[in-house]
């Protein structure tokens, strides 16, 4: 069993600290993403795991052991590099094997388990080639290949996409997903790409500024995120947020942005805001579209009245940027129509799944 | 030291290896520099000679240095050395960065070009001494027997002897031998030349001097200060040239701060004032070796994330 | 058209000045070669003999002790010392050197770029100046005229420029390199001999060769600590074919052909990893 337990996780850089006490419990077998904008502290959370950085303060213990003290080897991990760190001067074969043949395993159990590995990951024909000669693709799958064939207790990755083309990166999510569903290890996955969290992931753990935010599976990060960052940092495009203040107007809380306009405060928030309290208006794209739509709106609706400034049509959607209360919002449409800048139209905003965060603190009412 | 509110559970232990690392080299050079350098410097207060061993504890406190300095001969020899210095570095930028540029429009045997132009490197000083004496000697030297089969004079001028052509020659041997460390850092700093600045800059209505002058050059003192850096390592080995070629004569005319200190301390035998010119000359090879590595640092700063 | 002209003069100017500047390089060596294959009456000849009438090894024969005419000058023992030290010094420098520019590279520590300079600083010295106080402290030691003496020199005197480049070596192999080892089961150890080692190999070779290189041409130190056959060396030894007012300029010659030859097989071996290395280390910081 592998299950990875941080406990009050510090790291200091001389007099920086750059993470300040993490408490995270990761499950056997589990997917759990790392994400967060560069500075957040993952990376380095990961290497703390990996036993690549010291671990200035707290606990880390894998498969019920503190490994705080243990060197990289002795913690039977394998981590995929974000430069894949093959090493140059030796074939692919190599680079499979040079883990267990550290181990000093014998040769037919090398070569059975580097064969396996490579007909997992498909690269069979290119086992005699050096790493200078394969493309960014067959690197990042001979890295994988290397982190499997010592059948590791977890697996390790360090923003392992982010030096792909866009094309590539999008057909190894889901190798690497598979790759999960077949060898059946605890993953740690760091990245700051929120798509690669959000499809990978079986639990999200977004992280800022050496604090976790919020952790969660994706649709709970994603339906119900716990603060204004969250709600940013999570989801494409980002969550429209405009600040205003909770008011009385007939005889219903409103949120109000300016003289004339306010939204009225979804019924399931009426009790947790006050009035005259200061608080950011959530919503996302997809929640605010053009009345009459073909997509029907489930439960209270709230008009807005909007200008349109640029249409982004993207096939089967167009993304509309407005000026709303000062803010730049987006709206979806997804019947196709062309859209003129500057023209007004009417949207509806599905009030029940608005948000509602404390303005000075950024959380969110929802509690 | 620093204050943090969750007490660390391990108390975070420093890491020694680096020191362990780095150890041995110290320790070498303490016993081959530091300490005898710590000697020297006291001997530099005593009267010793090498042929009165007693004299070891004779202190005279700072008659050495009060004697060096208000000899006119040392600060000769000196000024000499600075002069010398200044011309040779130059000419060496200014050579190197001319050939620098030569090789790099050069495309066809461009790297045998640059292994022909290492080799000077790689002599042994005392050779670059020797072959010039020989082709600079005035009675059977290339030189001179050159000019006298073009009818060019009489064929005996007396390059190693004469006032301003005995200096010119010793520079000559020097500028020959270390010419190619400039060369060949500023042409890998050409090499490593990003295209774009250079196409952005011409794009910009630059001409081939102003992108030289504001794109090239700034790009490539780093790779100067390198070479700088690299040369003012070892500017005493000028020694040796000089050593071969004239002895620092005749009558002193080519004298070098370090041919004196060899004069001072060996053949006169007073070691006690040697090693006290010999403090000088390493406060002037320490003075040019920590402005050009400043200068390497500031250099590096400012290229910045230009990796 | 007209431009298409100027440019070609450009290119005819360029292969001038390259000339120029190689004959000014080759020359000066090329002419003591020649020499040394001359013999004494024809070096000194008035007026000049441009074209040699006669090459010969005489002179080769002469300064190792062969022929008719042998001189006295030990020139196969300084050759002996000369390689003796020069290998010994290499030797230790580069472990000396391997092991302090690996802490260079990979480790953080206080006051790093303060042990930087002072290792250089150390290496400014210059070697006349510094003869002087170890002169002293050997003669002490009974290391005045021993290999023992020169060797220990030659490898504090290698070990700055050793550290530069082989931290520059170091570096260019990414950190990454040696974590996957660790991570793939090594002890920092093993990982350094198994992946770090052998992906600087080539520019520790050349750290070698700038080494022996050095101590091979070093001659103000040497000519001031070693007196006899037992450790004088090349750079020395070439001296002793000047007396007071004559020069046996073939015999030097030939002594010279033989410093010069390993110099230039060497350059030739490492030019490229020392460009490399020289600059990447000065760049990088």
């Not at chain 1, 600040?243 to 979804?266: K, T, Y």
């Not at chain 1, 009426?270 to 009459?292: C, H, S, W, Y």
């Not at chain 3, 003669?139 to 530069?164: C, E, H, Q």
């Not at chain 3, 060497?266 to 490399?276: D, N, S």
Request: hydrophobic share 50%.
């Amino acid at each position: 069993m592998a299950e990875i337990l941080l406990k009050d996780v510090v790291k200091n850089y001389g007099k920086l600290e750059v993470v300040h006490g993490i408490n995270l419990f990761i499950e056997h077998n589990e997917f759990v993403v790392l994400v967060g904008p560069s500075g957040c502290g993952k990376s380095t959370t990961l290497r703390m795991i990996a036993g690549l950085e010291d671990i200035t303060g707290g606990e880390i213990s894998i498969g019920g052991t503190v490994v705080n003290d243990f060197a990289p080897r002795k913690r039977d991990i394998s981590m995929v590099f974000q430069n894949y760190a093959l090493y140059p001067h030796m074939s692919v074969r190599e680079n499979l094997g040079f883990g267990l043949k550290i181990a000093k395993q014998p040769k037919d159990v090398i070569e059975e388990r580097v064969n396996e590995a490579a007909v997992i990951l498909n690269i069979e024909d290119l086992m005699d080639r050096t790493p200078a000669e394969l493309s960014g693709g067959q690197r990042q799958r001979v890295a994988m290949g290397r982190a499997i064939v010592r059948h590791p207790q977890v697996f390790l990755f360090d923003e392992p996409l982010s030096n792909l083309d866009a094309k590539l990166r999008v057909q190894m999510r889901t190798e690497i997903k598979r790759l999960h569903q077949k060898v059946k290890t605890t993953i740690v996955y760091v990245t700051h790409d929120q798509v690669e969290a959000m499809t990978m992931a079986d639990r999200i753990v977004v992280m800022k500024d050496g604090h976790i935010e919020q952790v969660g599976s994706p649709l709970e990060v994603f339906e119900r995120p716990v603060d204004t960052f969250v709600a940013s940092f999570i989801g494409s495009p980002p969550m429209n947020l405009i600040p205003g203040e909770v008011v009385m107007r007939d005889g219903r809380l409103h949120v109000a942005f300016n003289a004339d306009q306010s939204v009225p405060v979804p019924a399931s928030l009426a009790d947790k805001t006050t009035e005259g309290q200061k608080v950011i208006f959530g919503f996302r794209a997809d929640d605010l579209m053009p009345d009459g739509h073909a997509v029907p709106i489930m439960g209270e609706a709230s008009g807005l009245r909007l200008t349109v400034d640029i249409a982004e049509p993207l096939g089967t959607e167009t993304l509309l940027f407005c000026q709303f209360a000062g803010v730049d919002i987006q709206a979806k449409m997804y019947n196709p129509r062309m859209v003129k800048p500057g023209e007004v139209m009417d949207f509806k905003c599905a009030l029940d799944k608005t948000h509602l965060f404390d303005a000075a603190s950024g959380k969110s009412l929802r509690g | 030291m620093s204050i943090v509110s969750v007490q660390p559970r391990r108390k975070s232990r420093r890491d020694w290896t680096p020191a362990l690392l780095l150890s041995p080299a110290f320790l070498v050079l303490i016993f081959v520099v530091l300490v005898p350098l710590l000697f020297s410097l006291y001997t530099s207060f005593t009267n010793y000679r090498l042929i009165r061993p007693d004299s070891l504890y004779e202190w005279i406190g700072l008659r050495n240095y009060q004697r060096i300095f208000t000899d006119s001969k040392f600060w000769a020899a000196f000024g000499r050395t600075i002069i010398f210095l200044t011309l040779a570095l130059n000419l060496e930028f200014i050579f190197g960065l001319g050939i620098a540029l030569l090789i790099n429009k050069i495309t066809w045997g461009q790297r045998t070009l640059r292994t022909i132009m290492m080799f000077p490197m790689m002599f042994s000083p005392i050779l670059v001494g020797y072959q010039f004496k020989f082709i600079f000697n005035d009675n059977i030297g290339l030189l001179n027997n050159a000019l006298q089969s073009l009818g060019i004079g009489d064929g005996a001028i007396a390059w190693l002897v004469d006032k301003p052509l005995g200096m010119f020659t010793i520079i000559f041997a020097e500028v020959w031998m270390s010419t190619s460390v400039f060369a060949i850092l500023l042409l890998a700093g050409l090499f490593a030349m990003p295209r774009d600045p250079l196409e952005a800059a011409k794009v910009d209505g630059c001409n081939s001097w102003q992108v030289f002058r504001h794109i090239t050059l700034p790009f490539l003192m780093p790779f100067a200060f390198i070479a700088m850096t690299i040369r003012s390592l070892d500017v005493a080995r000028a020694y040796d040239i000089v050593d071969v070629m004239t002895g620092g004569g005749p009558a002193n005319r080519t004298e070098l701060l370090w041919t004196m200190i060899a004069r001072v301390g060996y053949d006169n035998s007073r070691m006690g004032q040697a090693n006290a010119m010999a403090y000088v000359s390493i406060l002037l090879s320490i003075a040019f070796t920590y402005y050009f590595f400043t200068k390497l640092i500031a250099a590096r700063k400012y290229m910045g994330g230009a990796e | 058209m007209a431009s298409k002209t100027k440019k070609q003069i450009g290119k005819v100017a360029n292969w001038i000045l390259t000339f120029v500047l190689m004959l000014v390089i080759g020359l000066p060596g090329l002419w003591v070669v020649l020499t040394a294959f001359r013999p004494n009456r024809e070096i000194l000849a008035k007026p000049a003999i441009w074209i040699p009438e006669k090459l010969s090894l005489d002179n080769f024969g002469k300064i190792f002790g062969y022929g008719v005419d042998q001189i006295a000058i030990p020139v196969p023992s300084y050759f002996a010392n000369s390689l003796i030290i020069s290998l010994t010094s290499t030797a230790i420098a580069l472990l000396i050197g391997m092991s302090g520019g690996y802490a260079f590279a990979r480790f953080r520590f206080k006051r790093k770029n303060g042990y930087f300079l002072a290792l250089m600083l150390s290496r400014t010295v210059p070697g006349i100046a510094l003869s002087l106080p170890i002169f002293m402290v050997w003669s002490r030691l009974g290391l005045i005229d021993t290999k023992m003496g020169m060797i220990i020199i030659y490898v504090a005197l290698n070990i700055p420029f050793t550290i530069w480049l082989i931290d520059g070596f170091f570096r260019q192999i990414p950190k990454e390199m040696s974590e996957a080892a660790q991570v793939d089961g090594c002890t920092r150890w093993q990982a350094f001999w198994k992946i770090e080692f052998p992906l600087a190999k080539s520019g520790v070779a050349s750290a070698g060769i700038f080494a022996f290189l050095t101590s091979w041409n070093e001659y103000a130190l040497a000519s001031q600590l070693t007196r006899s056959t037992d450790s004088k060396t090349l750079p020395v030894g070439l001296m002793d074919f000047t007396a007071q007012f004559t020069i046996d300029w073939a015999g030097m010659s030939a002594m010279a052909v033989i410093i010069i030859v390993p110099a230039l097989i060497l350059t030739f071996l490492v030019q490229k990893h020392l460009i490399a290395g020289l600059t990447f280390g000065g760049v990088k910081g």
